[in-house]
Nanobody, 123 residues
Framework: QVQLQESGGGLVQPGGSLRLSCAAS????????ITWFRQAPGKEREGVLC????????YYTDSVKGRFTISRDTAKNTVYLQMNSLKPEDTAIYYC????????????????WGQGTQVTVSS
């Protein structure tokens, strides 16, 4: 059974950092592309950043370039989203998702979703 479990969200001040985790079960993260999405209040869910199984990264949101990075720990079967220089407009529920195969699609395609974790950037 495929499951994705996000954690690491919380309240952070502008300019701060957070690292979100996406723990996977039922499959190995190095065999599939994993994408982080976010949904801000009153807005549609948007793709943020994807890592393919070949370690290629695809940014879907220009506003996070230079601030957000994605990485993978195969021993823990977990994918991370490191978020630096956070801004109030980064406030959203963040979701990780698995694509149907090894590469990052444009637009992203999702086969499985996590339940999400709230990130709030506020002073």
């Amino acid at each position: 059974q495929v499951q994705l479990q996000e954690s690491g969200g919380g309240l952070v001040q502008p300019g701060g950092s957070l690292r979100l985790s996406c723990a996977a079960s039922g499959f190995t993260v190095n065999g599939y592309a994993i994408t982080w999405f976010r949904q801000a209040p009153g807005k549609e869910r948007e793709g943020v950043l994807c890592m393919s199984s070949s370690d290629g990264n695809t940014y879907y949101t220009d506003s996070v370039k230079g601030r957000f990075t994605i990485s993978r720990d195969t021993a823990k079967n977990t994918v991370y989203l490191q978020m630096n220089s956070l801004k109030p407009e980064d406030t959203a529920i963040y979701y990780c998702a698995r694509e149907p195969n090894w590469r990052c699609s444009k637009p992203p395609r999702v086969e499985y979703w996590g339940q999400g974790t709230q990130v709030t950037v506020s002073s």
